[in-house]
């Protein structure tokens, strides 16, 4: 298996342009986790889908920032308008979620954003 | 919110030397997990303990869950330079499929 995929690997772009990170997780795997990580703050859960439904969104900065997950093998997660303040590595992750909280999570190489 | 503090957050040892990092929390977890992160890559995760108390190794890696399943530790013994990394705890709640992230140690073992 590939491992989870993203999309692209680097962006670089100007305050308040729009930025979409794609992510393609294992296939298999029924849940989906966007992540974003900077120095000040770590490691953070932005949402988590399980079977393509979003579960809780609680982690999402602000109405900027927008996740969809339309089918099972593709999700999104969009920034309009993108500010110097989301510069962040952005990791998605996929895990077979059998409802055990046991369950690994597959990490893939993450975007590394930078919004001048 | 920040449920997992990890120290130290940074640490420098000489190659063969021991360490502990600590993962320490006021919430109780139903699982805990540890991750080890190379640069520019992603975390893959390294060990899971569930049972208060449980210890787990892993060839020169030693984990801990505590008792009372709030805070846990990981101790390398004769550390080499293949251990550099940022080492990552992550605690599950329970309910969902939900981890929540520690604040991170950064290990550096100079050869």
């Known amino acids: 298996d590939a491992g989870v995929i993203q999309s692209p690997r680097h962006e670089v772009t100007e305050m308040g342009q729009e930025v979409t990170l794609r992510c393609k997780p294992i296939s298999g795997h029924n849940s989906l986790f966007w992540y974003r990580q900077t120095m000040m703050r770590g490691l953070e859960l932005l949402i988590y889908f399980n079977n393509n439904v979003p579960i809780d969104d609680s982690g999402m900065p602000e109405d900027r920032f927008s996740a969809k997950m339309p089918n099972a093998s593709f999700s999104t997660l969009k920034i309009q308008p993108s500010e110097p303040r989301d510069s962040a590595v952005y990791f998605c992750?996929?895990?077979?979620?059998?409802?055990?909280?046991?369950?690994?999570?597959?990490f893939g190489p993450g975007t590394r954003l930078t919004v001048l | 919110t920040q449920l997992l503090e990890q120290s130290p957050q940074f640490l420098s040892i000489q190659e063969g030397e021991n360490l502990t990092v600590y993962c320490n929390s006021s919430?109780?977890?139903?699982?805990l997990q540890w991750y080890r992160q190379e640069p520019g890559e992603g975390p893959v995760l390294l060990v899971t303990v569930v049972t208060g108390g449980e210890v787990k190794k892993l060839k020169r890696l030693t984990f801990q869950f505590g008792d009372a399943r709030k805070d846990s530790s990981l101790h390398i013994t004769a550390a080499q330079p293949g251990d550099t990394g940022l080492y990552l705890c992550a605690g599950a709640g329970f309910t969902g499929n939900q981890f929540y992230f520690g604040t991170g140690t950064s290990l550096t073992v100079i050869p």
């Open positions: 992750a996929s895990s077979y979620g059998t409802g055990e909280y046991t369950d690994t999570q597959y």
């Open positions: 919430s109780v977890f139903s699982s």
